[in-house]
């Protein structure tokens, strides 16, 4: 389990402390594996995306079994986990832009060269930026990370409420739980970007529990319908970037007011890449739409059952 995305290893009979400490374990352990190369300077970007999703996928494990944490130990943790991913997600949003600019300079017209090359510049600087954010995040607490994942694990109990309580008892209501609060985000007005955005979210979310939990259901809830959930974050992940570069570049632009002379120079590779992702982002929510759709008839709620009445082919 340490480094993939799957806990594998867990059993529904297991008791939620077990399956805690098998599954905390790992996913603190790949934010630690991860954590050193992110904090290179001028390192592969790859690293700081990595460590990005590790401390996701750790956070998610926090939630799945909140209730064998006290509660300051709980928050203290996520506390913790969060610094980390909203520093390296304002690194690895840099590094994303960044792509998109290279990906897009070998296309690009004569008269948005000078704007292209102004915007990695800009980007370059704000990325140096948010790397120094992020090593000053990591060398914030005064622990080390090590201690930190030793200690989370040593509070780790059984909940109070539940003294005997299983795994795959817990299985199923939180995942269907996750099902319904992500149908009603969905069925919300996604013209409105930020219900979009709370889509995406309790997508994450709905995600990274099936790569916990699947364990505990039939076959189908991993074999078909994750993959499903990782088609529509890739979408969703394109909205948000389109969303995202289409702020920074309006800052630019309204910043360079001051400077008429650049702007006009830089004006066309600016507004160039501003229209890109303003017709992007529509076209991100359309096929999100058509998805969902698709979801809807796939009727995902089928799919927990668990292994042992799983129908068969």
């Not at 509070?155 to 269907?176: I, N, T, V, Y």
Request: proline content about 6%; charged content about 30%.
């Amino acid at each position: 389990m340490a480094e993939g995305k799957w806990a594998e290893g867990l059993l529904p009979e297991m008791t939620l402390r077990e399956a805690a400490r098998a599954v905390l374990e790992a996913r603190l352990g790949v934010v630690l594996t991860h954590l050193p190369a992110a904090l290179r300077p001028g390192d592969d970007p790859e690293h700081v995306h990595q460590l990005r999703v590790a401390t996701r996928r750790a956070d998610a494990a926090l939630r799945i079994f909140r209730d064998c944490l006290a509660k300051h130990d709980y928050r203290a943790a996520r506390a913790r986990l969060r610094g980390l991913r909203r520093a390296a997600g304002a690194a690895r949003d840099w590094d994303v832009f960044l792509i998109a600019l290279r990906d897009r300079a070998a296309e690009a017209r004569r008269a948005d060269v000078a704007g292209n090359d102004f915007l990695v510049a800009y980007s370059l600087g704000q990325r140096a930026a948010a790397q120094a954010a992020l090593e000053a995040v990591a060398a914030r607490e005064p622990d080390d990370f090590p201690g930190f994942i030793d200690a989370t694990l040593a509070e780790l109990r059984q909940p109070q409420h539940e003294p005997h309580a299983r795994l795959g008892e817990m299985a199923r209501p939180k995942l269907a739980g996750l099902l319904e609060r992500f149908a009603l985000a969905a069925s919300a007005d996604l013209s409105d970007y930020e219900h979009l955005h709370q889509v995406r979210i309790r997508g994450k979310r709905l995600r990274y529990a099936i790569e916990v939990l699947a364990g505990c259901f039939a076959p189908p809830l991993r074999e078909r319908y994750y993959p499903m959930v990782e088609e529509m974050q890739e979408t969703l992940g394109r909205a948000n970037d389109s969303h995202v570069a289409m702020g920074r570049l309006r800052a630019v632009r309204d910043a360079l007011a001051e400077w008429p002379a650049t702007r006009q120079r830089v004006k066309g590779g600016v507004e160039g890449l501003l229209r890109f992702h303003q017709r992007r982002l529509p076209q991100e929510r359309r096929r999100f739409v058509t998805w969902w759709r698709r979801w809807q008839e796939a009727a995902p709620e089928t799919a927990l059952v668990p292994p042992a009445v799983a129908p068969t082919a």
